[in-house]
């Protein structure tokens, strides 16, 4: 199993900057992507960015290209999201995501953390 430790969440200016961190325990050598979602009141959880195992691709939505940077450190087992110009649009519960191989199933393990609120306001 994997288990997901998220921290760096909280109440920001717009314009301003967060960096969030999620820390991955368990069989940790399984993971294939890692990524960050989030989930405004009363809509649906949508994805952020996405990296892969290795750190060399990554994928934003179009809401946050050019601001928000996912990044990984895989000696410390530990995916970022650098979250800058941030405006009251992006205010949601971030969720860090990992899914995972594993020889008992033929379809990727998904896992989650526990979610870390991000309120962007004057």
């Known amino acids: 199993q994997v288990q997901l430790v998220e921290s760096g969440g909280g109440l920001v200016q717009p314009g301003g900057s967060l960096r969030l961190s999620c820390a991955a325990s368990g069989s940790i050598f399984s993971i294939n992507h890692m990524g960050w979602y989030r989930q405004a009141p009363g809509k649906q959880r949508d994805v952020v960015a996405m990296?892969?195992?290795?750190?060399?691709?990554?994928d934003y939505a179009d809401a946050v290209k050019g601001r928000f940077t996912i990044s990984r450190d895989n000696a410390k087992n530990t995916v970022y999201l650098q979250m800058n110009s941030l405006k009251p649009e992006d205010t949601a519960v971030y969720y860090c995501y990992a899914d995972a191989t594993s020889p008992l199933a033929t379809r990727p393990l998904e896992y989650w953390g526990q979610g870390t609120q991000v309120t962007v306001s004057s």
């Open positions: 990296i892969t195992s290795g750190g060399g691709s990554t």
